[in-house]
């Protein structure tokens, strides 16, 4: 091949590289450029018969320059592609995340809410807050210190028996434990109150409470209370029947009432349990209230001067009362849940009616 049919076979070569549409073409190009018959390679070989070796010279470096022509414009080529390939396979493998969010109206994808316990401390959080009550939380493991011998509930004390209760094994035997009700929230205020004077006190405790019960439709070992606390100078047991009834309306309705009847906690004195009108038959009489139309719903009472000598607060000066009751009860009787149980087996079938 002379030299002017190799300079217009690198033309045609480099006019087909700028062609290529895919690396896959420049490889075939290329291979076919370094192929033993390819134009170049023959005008190489032929270079053996020029004799002059001034002119083989020069040729020889003809024919590389053509090469390197060739070589360099696939180079370039194949740089160009494979920045638009990448492009491409880019735009391809997105993720449109604007198209699933739109599509969520006609794609079945619902939003998840807060569980119906959670709800439920919230609307009670809301209701003690209307009426003045500062909401507070406490520590669920306990010493048996506050969470029984400050509630003058000493070691061996009979009234123990009413919470089974789960003890921690730190060591020593029967130190500490979950704590069986929000009652000890009850010292640890106290306490702080004595230590920066901050008597009075109009405080809702929420929280989370253990007691070694198998669960049934009624009891769970893991369930909720809220503890109220009061503490100020001239407080009655008429406050606090007036505290519990409005509590009970506030919350359940004003058609559902409250009344107390006597009982015994070792931290109160007197003490009562507070039943609110069954909220399934409005107080006609029904198999959940044993036909008498009240369900229990907690327990309250004067704050025993038991206590207020364990926390060193003068109970000639100051009077109080305390009451606590069950927020999963309170949302079993708000919403009519047969069996508690439903609240802790996640059926999400149950979770998604409230
Ligand atoms: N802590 C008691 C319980 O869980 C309920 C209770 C009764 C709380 C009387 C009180 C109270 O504050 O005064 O069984």
């Known amino acids: 091949m002379s030299e002017i049919d190799l300079q217009d076979h690198v033309d045609l070569v480099i006019a087909e590289v700028a062609r290529a549409e895919h690396s896959r073409d420049l490889d075939a190009i290329e291979s076919a450029h370094k192929a033993k018959n390819s134009p170049v390679l023959a005008a190489r070989r032929a270079l053996g018969a020029v004799t002059d070796e001034e002119q083989r010279r020069e040729l020889g470096r003809r024919i590389q320059g053509c090469s390197d022509a060739i070589t360099a414009a696939i180079a370039a080529r194949r740089e160009e592609l494979s920045a638009i390939e990448r492009e491409a396979s880019l735009a391809s493998d997105a993720l ?6 739109s599509s969520a109206g006609s794609f079945p994808s619902r939003r998840g809410h807060a569980h119906v316990v959670s709800k439920t401390r919230a609307s009670l959080e809301d209701v003690f807050v209307a009426m003045g009550f500062t909401i507070k939380e406490g520590p669920e493991v306990e010493t048996d210190w506050y969470n029984f011998e400050a509630l003058n509930l000493p070691p061996g004390h009979p009234a123990r028996d009413m919470y089974d209760t789960m003890y921690l094994d730190l060591g020593e035997a029967e130190t500490v434990l979950m704590r069986t009700h929000t009652s000890p929230m009850q010292i640890h205020l106290l306490e702080e109150a004595v230590a920066d004077q901050s008597l009075p006190l109009h405080v809702a405790i929420p929280g989370r409470c253990y007691r070694l019960d198998t669960p049934d439709a009624r009891h769970l070992p893991v369930f909720h209370q809220v503890e109220g606390l009061v503490v100020d100078k001239g407080i009655t047991f008429g406050d606090l029947a007036g505290v519990i009834e409005t509590f009970t309306a506030a919350y359940f309705g ?28 409005r107080g006609e009489g029904c198999r959940t209230c044993s036909k008498t139309g009240w369900i229990e719903l907690g327990g309250c009472g004067m704050i025993d001067p038991a206590v207020f000598d364990a926390v060193g607060i003068d109970a000639t000066e100051w009077s109080g009362f305390a009451f606590g009751f069950g927020i999963d009860r309170c949302a079993q009787m708000r919403h009519s849940i047969a069996d508690m149980r439903a609240l802790i087996e996640n059926d999400l079938r149950f979770s998604r009616q409230f």
């Not at 449109?96 to 969010?101: A, K, S």
């Not at 009847?261 to 038959?281: D, K, L, Q, V």
């Open 96 to 101: 449109d995340l604007t198209e699933v969010l």
């Open 254 to 281: 004003p058609d559902i009432h409250s009344r107390l009847r006597p009982a015994y906690f070792p931290f109160t004195e007197p003490s009562a349990e507070f039943e609110i009108t069954c909220t399934i038959c």
